[in-house]
């Protein structure tokens, strides 16, 4: 029970790329070392329809949500669905905007994304940010070619995260799950371009992780199996092997940030040219 205290899920919905967000949300994650953030970040969520998936996906794993939203439907929506699930919301930007339009006695343009210059950097982080979404968890498996970096791993090694930190830098990930027994996609056994990147985590850090998310009722679902040391050791001497068989490196996540292991990733990148 203990465990479950160190992780919570932290939910931040972005209508722009969600970089600010990101900042703040781990700025204030980090003035508490004995809890351990898991990130959910959506960026890009301009409408209704964008947003009632994400509503869904708070409810089915709550914690705190940070968000940086302009259109005050959205925002009212948001904020109205947070409240009658017991989950605190914050608009992270609402207290600031305030203060300047007291000081200056203007009221805000109320524009999207407004802090970003529409130049060439800009459109193609958008550009990575579409892919990266597109291609999350093993999703349009027909063009892998087109990434620039593939991560594979089995479940809970921060997969999607990094991949939405390296898009949000314009380099187009794709991110796929490994599962023992099945085969990888074809594709990506063909793809040329793009680094291949394992990520993996001790059995320790993956039964933490796996055992603080709530999956559902899903039929034949065995939560022991999922949590259990011994088979997640299974999992990963599994994900060694595929990469080892196909020379893709492979990066421990256990005791590195987000952004440490985007880093390493870069550099892999960098490397390899």
């Not at 050791?233 to 005791?255: F, G, Q």
Request: glycine share 6%.
């Amino acid at each position: 029970m203990e465990n479950r205290k160190n992780f919570f899920h932290l939910h931040l919905i972005s209508d722009s790329t969600g970089e600010t967000l990101i900042s703040a949300g781990r700025a204030a994650a980090a003035q508490f070392k004995a809890s351990n953030a898991i990130e959910h970040v959506y960026p890009l969520i301009r409408s209704k329809r964008q947003l009632l998936p994400v509503l869904q996906a708070i409810d089915e794993e709550p914690g705190i949500v940070l968000y940086t939203i302009v259109d005050p439907d959205l925002c009212n929506l948001l904020e109205t669905t947070c409240r009658e699930m017991g989950v605190p919301s914050v608009n992270v930007l609402a207290p600031v905007i305030e203060k300047f339009q007291t000081y200056l006695g203007a009221p805000s343009r109320g524009r999207v994304g407004a802090q970003h210059v529409l130049n060439a950097e800009y459109f193609a982080r958008i550009e990575a940010l579409n892919f990266t979404m597109d291609h999350d968890d093993g999703q349009s498996a027909e063009d892998y070619d087109a990434a620039d970096v593939v991560i594979i791993g089995i479940s809970r090694t921060s997969k999607t995260p990094t991949s939405i930190y390296l898009a949000n830098r314009g380099i187009k990930t794709a991110n796929i799950p490994i599962v023992v027994g099945v085969p990888l996609p074809d594709s990506l056994m063909r793809a040329k371009r793009p680094l291949i990147v394992g990520l993996i985590a001790t059995s320790d850090r993956i039964s933490q992780v796996r055992e603080n998310r709530e999956l559902g009722a899903t039929p034949g679902y065995d939560r022991s199996d999922y949590i259990d040391r011994a088979t997640i050791a299974e999992e990963l001497k599994y994900a060694r092997m595929l990469c080892a068989r196909n020379n893709w490196p492979i990066i421990d996540v256990t005791r590195r940030s987000i952004e440490e292991t985007a880093a390493a990733i870069v550099a892999l990148r960098l490397k390899l040219r």
